[in-house]
């Protein structure tokens, strides 16, 4: 995995940091960062990353929420689009504590005082309910309530906001299937190792639609798109970049682009019917 080629550059001190923020706001080039030097924004996402976060697994493309996001950002830091290199990193990595070999990591990470005592989070660039997707012909697919779903087979991805939805608003009455990744989860659906699964929304509309045939969105989680949480970049513990880029995520909101971008990639939901 390439190593970090941008960390020297911050480590330079608050003073070079106020000064990069400052050439982005009024459309120079960050110092060294498109002045013919070799610096490196590296950004971390998932292996295989999927849409609409990412299309095609090409991150690099800017095609997909996620990877848009993460060009307007680097932007804003002063990066242009050939200075982002892409590698790739398990959810759990992510959140590991311990150095890093990127700068930054998205991959639908919701922010949580747990996690935080590990890494770094900027602020958020996303906010989603968690929803419930079945597929046809499953004992889940005519749920219509909260009560309809606790006695099926339920699964998510370990260690995600849509497992702790899943126990704390679903309730079952059995534990839960819990699996190391998307496709595996997804996999389980498809061939009945479980009912239904829980993701979050954009996730959900996209599994219902394309990527299970017959698949069945039952509906959303009411309440689980804290705003006090939402989704994240990911940053090395007391990294020196936190800072910036959180202020250039508060940027792309304020000027609207995170809402275009959202507009743009991810279908909003809102005639998925919440489970009571």
């Known amino acids: ?18 000064t990069a923020l ?17 610096d490196v924004l590296t950004i971390a996402t998932g292996q295989p990353a999927y849409p609409p976060y990412v299309i095609d ?15 307007a950002v680097a932007e804003e830091l002063g990066y242009d689009a050939e200075q982002v290199e892409w590698v790739r ?26 996690r935080a005592e590990a890494v770094d989070f900027s602020s958020s660039y996303y906010n989603a309910n968690q929803a419930v997707v079945s597929i046809e012909g499953s004992p889940a697919a005519d749920a219509s309530s909260l009560a309809d779903l606790r006695d099926v087979r339920l699964g998510a991805m370990t260690g995600t906001s849509s497992l702790t939805a899943l126990n704390e608003v679903v309730d079952p009455s059995s534990d839960a299937l819990v699996f190391n990744s998307n496709d595996d ?10 009912d239904a699964i829980v993701v979050d929304l954009p996730t959900a509309l996209f599994v219902s639609s394309v990527q299970v045939e017959g698949g069945v969105l039952i509906g959303q989680l009411d309440g689980t798109a804290d705003e006090s949480e939402g989704w994240g970049f990911v940053l090395e513990k007391d990294s020196p970049l936190t800072a910036e880029v959180t202020a250039a995520v508060d940027a792309l909101r304020a000027d609207g682009t995170l809402d275009a971008l959202v507009q743009e990639w991810l279908t909003d939901g809102a005639d998925a019917p919440i489970l009571n």
């Open 22 to 38: 400052a050439a982005c706001s009024t459309g120079e080039a960050a110092p060294g960062a498109s002045e013919g030097s070799a």
């Open 185 to 194: 989860l997804v996999l389980a659906l498809q061939n009945g190792q479980v």
């Open 57 to 71: 697994d090409a991150p690099e493309s800017g095609e997909g929420f996620e990877s848009a996001v993460a060009y």
């Open 1 to 18: 995995m390439p190593r970090n080629r941008f960390r020297p550059v911050a480590l330079l001190g608050a003073a070079v940091a106020v």
């Open 89 to 114: 990193s398990t959810f759990d990595q992510g959140i590991a504590p311990g150095a890093k070999d990127w700068d930054l990591n998205l991959q639908q990470f919701t922010i949580t005082e747990e």
